[in-house]
């Protein structure tokens, strides 16, 4: 016998107590405790306005509240016993509670974004696109989802994840959950629970002035208002990404609770744009165990798909991977200037160029191409470009391109 | 864990239910943890009692910096070793009726798989020397680490790694002569 199996055996050496056992411990605790309690009456615990008035930041956060309260015709709701932070973990933490037995989720929602692009990326400037999402969960506790906009789509069957570009009929096709979508934003929110469980879980670390809780009156129906200051994450010395994804802004997102049954009701993100606040994602609908046909979960592709795959190894692989960002900017438009498409199929991420890109950049001309740059936590870099289109349109944007693929060779990864 | 840092912020501010949570959580944990130190039955269930019988008492003062059910099992290691230094006459009388005592299927406890092997187990770990059960007993039930065990044990590390070396090795010996018969 190794000592591999006697350690399994001694973990496997457990004890259980009879139901009549655990009960009569549990009783002499508690009496033990509310003997105690009698004895020593619990301390005065100091009010929150004490608390919050001996600090001039969390003095400032909480006049801020009294402002907004005020201006809508709000109520605070602070328990006088406890502290934001505090009162904001017990309503995430009863938000998780109510969420908990939850079998299916079905959200609509609007996001400023592209409706081609993928889902986690905003633009401050561009209009709502609407959103789509369900989510169920079997007897088996299989999970299954979908998430779409107009011009994109996610399925995830409870085996694996497609993805479908409908432009350009590309196809991707993944394990499932973590696949290019689910931990987007849109797939963290359809994931209702684990984003409560997460803002619970930084909600303590969180000061005051990070944030706000109110009680709302919303067409003679109760609500918790729940607003969380998020910043920013990784270094934005150069902020081309900033704002480009939730993560990538200082935001504030608000979530609103039915007081009564403590269910997440509405959900929005504001991003911080200088002296501006902008609404970026909307909630409009939050349908909980709604009935969902299972023909959601199956998805029928369309003819003549285009796969996207990993890059092989090329016989000439090294040249490609030794090439510099702004060289391979230079060598991917040529061959697009070319109709080389060959090699412009050693730049892209999928099993042929598709039809409409070849229409689109075919025969362009190279204006400039600048100096390659990285931003906040992106891995790839990003190469700015001007290039004039057969159509005689101009178009000045940065290339995306990353080599953290099996084949070490650069990828175009966005930006046209 | 973070549940537990809930349940405990709770359970401070004088939550019975949270304190119920954190019981029904750990009770089977703790009772299998002292079980298996003392084998005796009736003395688990004590010495589990009066852990979270602290632990209540202590609730005000009470700071969670690791693992819950890390301090808990500390806590029963240490009310363990209490009630042997109140018990050492009849512990001896115990141990050598180990075996006996584990498979009474009418106690306040059992075990949760009765299969024949674990028996032999359990009746092997009554032959171990206390140090070394605790040692292994701590390390493979109670999550904790050898630093944690060397800080209860007021020894190095390195002391305890050794212990609980010689517990597995003594516990292969003895199972390997069972499994022959």
């Not at chain 2, 209860?152 to 002569?177: D, F, P, W």
Request: aromatic content about 10%.
């Amino acid at each position: 016998m190794k000592n591999t199996q006697i350690e399994n055996l001694i973990k496997q050496l457990r004890f259980k107590a009879t139901a009549q056992t655990r009960d009569r411990i549990l009783a002499n605790i508690l009496r033990t405790q509310r003997a105690q309690k009698l004895e020593h009456p619990a301390v005065t615990k100091p009010s929150v306005w004490r608390i919050i008035m001996k600090s001039p930041i969390t003095k400032l956060a909480a006049a801020a509240c009294v402002i907004i309260a005020v201006t809508f015709g709000l109520n605070i709701v602070f328990n006088k016993s406890v502290s934001t932070a505090s009162a904001a973990e017990q309503i995430l933490s009863d938000a998780v509670k109510a969420v908990e037995g939850i079998r299916s989720v079905y959200i609509e929602a609007k996001m400023r974004t592209e409706p081609q692009d993928n889902f986690s990326y905003i633009d401050l400037k561009l209009d709502f696109v609407p959103l789509k999402m369900w989510k169920k969960v079997d007897d088996a506790g299989q999970i299954r989802w979908r998430i779409e906009k107009p011009e994109r789509l996610a399925v995830m069957d409870g085996n694996s994840t497609i993805l479908l570009i409908k432009q350009i009929n590309g196809v991707k096709i993944g394990p499932c959950p973590n696949f290019n979508c689910f931990d987007c934003w849109c797939g963290h929110l359809l994931n209702v629970e684990n984003l409560l469980d997460s803002e619970l879980q930084n909600a303590g670390q969180r000061s005051n002035s990070e944030l706000c809780l109110r009680r709302e009156n919303v067409a003679g129906k109760e609500k918790l208002v729940l607003e969380i200051e998020t910043r920013a994450q990784a270094d934005y010395t150069n902020d081309y990404l900033k704002n480009k994804f939730i993560s990538t802004s200082d935001n504030k997102r608000v979530y609103y609770f039915d007081a009564e049954t403590k269910l997440l009701e509405g959900f929005e993100i504001y991003v911080h744009a200088g002296d501006e606040d902008v609404l970026v994602f909307q909630t409009t609908d939050i349908q909980y165990d709604p009935e969902i046909d299972e023909k959601l979960f199956k998805l029928e592709l369309p003819k003549d798909v285009v796969w996207f795959q990993e890059p092989k190894i090329l016989p000439d692989n090294e040249k490609y991977a030794r090439m510099s960002p702004k060289e391979v900017a230079q060598v991917f438009f040529k061959a697009c200037a070319d109709e080389n498409w060959d090699e412009v199929l050693k730049f892209w991420p999928m099993s042929t160029v598709p039809q409409g890109l070849k229409r689109y950049l075919g025969g362009l001309e190279i204006i400039s191409i600048g100096e390659p740059f990285q931003s906040g936590f992106y891995p790839g870099w990003f190469v700015p470009y001007e290039i004039k289109l057969k159509s005689g349109e101009i178009k000045k944007y940065n290339l995306a391109i990353r080599k953290d693929n099996p084949a070490k060779r650069w990828q175009f990864d966005g930006g046209i | 864990m973070f549940e537990d840092r809930l349940l405990v912020w709770k359970f401070k501010r004088g939550s019975e239910q949270a304190f119920r949570r954190i019981y029904e959580k750990y009770v089977d944990d703790l009772l299998t943890l002292a079980a298996n130190l003392l084998h005796d039955t009736n003395a688990a269930e004590d010495v589990v009692q009066d852990v979270f019988i602290s632990f209540v008492q202590s609730a005000e003062e009470f700071h969670l910096t690791g693992s819950l059910k890390g301090y808990l099992s500390v806590c029963v290691a240490n009310k363990s070793r209490d009630w042997l230094r109140k018990n050492r006459s009849q512990v001896n009388m115990e141990l050598a009726e180990a075996q006996a005592v584990q498979s009474a299927t009418d106690g306040p406890l059992q075990l949760a798989t009765q299969s024949e092997l674990l028996q032999k187990t359990n009746a092997a770990m009554a032959q171990l020397p206390y140090e070394q059960r605790e040692a292994v007993v701590l390390y493979l039930q109670g999550d904790l680490k050898f630093r944690q065990i060397a800080e209860l044990q007021n020894v190095s590390i390195k002391t305890v790694q050794s212990r609980y070396r010689y517990g597995l090795e003594k516990l292969r010996s003895i199972l390997n002569h069972e499994l022959e018969r």
